[in-house]
């Protein structure tokens, strides 16, 4: 299976966290704070605002909250649906 992390110049080194506690952390931390993000899916790079509302590290998953545009939000969905880990 081939990388799919980014490349990231060397002098973003120090702002990298690896440690699935780290990331964790940093999650509780943007549903606490309301923090907006932009959620990137599918090949061609669609997008879209959202926040993080709730995390459930036991099953991997997480709640992000609808989007300001409702067809891709429909996309979204589909995407989850039919996504590499689904069976």
């Known amino acids: 299976m081939a990388d799919s992390r980014p490349d990231l ?19 509780r931390l943007m ?19 959202t926040a ?3 995390l459930d590290s036991q099953r991997g998953e997480m709640v992000l ?6 067809e891709i939000n429909q996309q979204v969905i589909c995407f989850r649906n039919s996504g590499p880990d689904r069976k």
């Open 9 to 27: 110049p060397d002098n973003n080194r120090k702002y990298r966290i690896s440690s699935k506690n780290d990331i964790l952390s940093v999650l």
């Open 31 to 49: 549903i606490r704070n309301n923090s907006q993000s932009t959620c990137y899916f599918g090949d061609a790079g669609s997008f879209s605002p």
């Open 52 to 54: 993080l509302l709730n």
């Open 65 to 70: 909250d609808y989007g300001p545009d409702e």
